[in-house]
């Protein structure tokens, strides 16, 4: 199908929106399933709460990788994501992306399913601290981090050599000396039920459902299709690949998404 296809579909309707992480490859975020992604074991929840090493390995590598993922920068089709917002056309956002790209493309009410990784949580007393400040103390705490040279990964991490990952000193909660875990939900871990029935609010709330950037493999994604699905809601996917959703779908366009976006926003604005 074709964009203008999706426009015909879309027209005078009010536009629930789902992102995945194909919404920001073009920003320079790599995802999980797309073509050019490469096969790795993501952080499982459990691991990183029962597991000092893990942890350990975690934001040692993530210490590296930060600064990249904190300077991407927003693509046309976070951009054209916006600009439905501004003109009244997107009755809801709700991203599965931890990137934070929506809200610098202006976004205002965005939906973090999965949290993001500029907040940093004490797993002990709930303190919030930003990442950028948490970034500052590691790097005081770490002086010989600063050279490596990596590649970064999905969620924040990065490949890193052993040694500099068993010298890493880990940063502790300020306010309580407890363990910091980045406001993320990992894989195995699982969406708090408040933040659940927000989503399905905003869904509730449109005509259509369109998909942007997912393959829909994990069903807290999914679940708004099966949701939609169900209230005979029609669904549109932009993605490029197969999706889980597909089959739901009443329409799909193969394409990017800083592609079509951009197009749909300019014959819908
Ligand atoms: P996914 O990796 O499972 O699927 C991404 C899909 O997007 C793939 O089908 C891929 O072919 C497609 N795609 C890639 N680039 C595209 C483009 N430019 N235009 C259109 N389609 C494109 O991602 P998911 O479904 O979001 O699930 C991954 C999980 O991992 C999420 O739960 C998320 O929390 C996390 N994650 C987040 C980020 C991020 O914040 N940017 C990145 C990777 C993973
Ligand atoms: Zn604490």
């Given at each position: 199908m074709t964009t203008h296809d999706l426009v015909a579909l879309l027209q005078g309707k009010?536009?629930?929106?789902?992102?995945?992480?194909?919404?920001?490859?073009?920003s320079g975020i790599p995802d999980y399933r797309g073509p050019q992604a490469r096969p790795r074991k993501p952080i499982q929840h459990r691991d990183f709460v029962e597991s000092e090493a893990?942890?350990?390995?975690?934001?040692?590598?993530?210490?590296?990788?930060?600064?990249?993922?904190?300077?991407?920068?927003?693509?046309?089709?976070?951009?054209?994501?916006?600009?439905?917002?501004?003109?009244?056309?997107?009755?809801?956002?709700?991203?599965?992306?931890?990137?934070?790209?929506?809200?610098?493309?202006?976004?205002?009410?965005?939906?973090?399913?999965?949290?993001?990784?500029?907040?940093?949580?004490?797993?002990?007393?709930?303190?919030?601290?930003?990442?950028?400040a948490?970034?500052?103390?590691?790097?005081?705490?770490?002086?010989?981090?600063?050279?490596?040279?990596?590649t970064i990964a999905p969620d924040g991490d990065a490949d890193l050599p052993l040694e500099l990952v068993e010298n890493f000193r880990v940063p502790a909660c300020l306010a309580c000396g407890g363990v910091l875990k980045p406001d993320v939900v990992f894989f195995g871990g699982s969406v708090p039920r408040e933040r659940v029935m927000a989503a399905f609010a905003k869904l509730d709330a449109a005509d259509v459902l369109l998909v942007v950037g997912s393959s829909l493999a994990v069903f807290s994604g999914y679940r708004f299709v099966l949701r939609a699905a169900e209230m005979k809601m029609p669904i549109a996917i932009v993605n490029r690949g197969e999706t889980r959703g597909d089959p739901h779908a009443a329409l799909r366009v193969d394409g990017a998404a800083g592609e079509v976006l951009p197009a749909l926003a300019r014959a819908l604005c």
């Open positions: 009010r536009i629930a929106i789902l992102t995945g992480a194909g919404c920001s490859t073009e893990t942890r350990r390995r975690y934001w040692a590598r993530s210490a590296v990788g930060w600064p990249r993922m904190a300077g991407a920068r927003p693509n046309a089709a976070h951009r054209a994501i916006a600009e439905l917002e501004a003109r009244g056309l997107a009755s809801g956002l709700i991203t599965q992306n931890v990137d934070r790209l929506h809200h610098k493309a202006g976004s205002r009410e965005v939906l973090e399913l999965h949290g993001a990784l500029a907040d940093v949580r004490c797993l002990d007393c709930g303190a919030l601290e930003s990442r950028d948490l970034q500052t103390r590691i790097a005081a705490l770490n002086p010989d981090l600063g050279a490596a040279n990596v």
